[in-house]
């Protein structure tokens, strides 16, 4: 399922990631000869939800769903990935279970960067190592702020104290 990384052919193609596209082809070898590529068939499972996970990933070839087990044990659908795309931030910063269930939905390459290697990379390179972690703060923001709408979105349809009055008003008419 995965394999270390090398060859210097992939700097172009992992400069699809994000992360990748600020570096020179020296940062940008080195934090690939200190990463790992997973190719997934259609189907596997990347991430399980609940699993503890010390690396974050990044798209090079495919696509992949991520979704989360809900409480009655239920998928539910969050989103899809594709390439260029990071997830699994958070292993690279805490020691906690993954929140969702990542899963390739065709053939992919998946770039794997796990913590220890990415802090050796830090050291040797801490001009692009700071580069790399705005990026990654970007993507965990902008993954925060489109929970934040879509919380937002659902509780517009949450009844409030003065829809409730409205509604026994109309059943039972005013009785103030």
């Not at 996970?53 to 989103?79: C, H, K, P, Q």
């Not at 709408?149 to 026994?168: N, P, T, W, Y």
């Amino acid at each position: 399922m995965s394999t270390r990384v090398g060859d210097e052919s992939l700097v172009e193609e992992a400069r699809r990631i994000i992360a990748f596209k600020f570096m020179s082809d020296v940062e940008a070898g080195d934090l690939l000869g200190v990463s790992s590529i997973v190719e997934a068939q259609e189907g596997q499972q990347i991430v399980a939800q609940g699993e503890e996970g010390s690396s974050l990933f990044g798209i090079l070839e495919g696509s992949v769903a991520v979704s989360v087990t809900a409480e009655e044990g239920r998928d539910v659908y969050m989103n899809t990935l594709g390439i260029g795309d990071i997830f699994g931030e958070a292993g690279l910063f805490m020691n906690v279970k993954r929140t969702a269930t990542v899963t390739a939905t065709c053939d992919s390459s998946i770039l794997k960067i796990q913590r220890k290697d990415f802090a050796r990379f830090i050291k040797m390179h801490p001009e692009a190592g700071n580069k790399v972690l705005l990026v990654f703060i970007y993507s965990l923001l902008r993954k925060l702020r489109m929970a934040n709408e879509e919380l937002a979105f659902e509780r517009k349809g949450d009844f409030g104290q003065a829809d409730v009055d409205a509604m026994m008003a109309s059943l039972f008419g005013d009785k103030d």
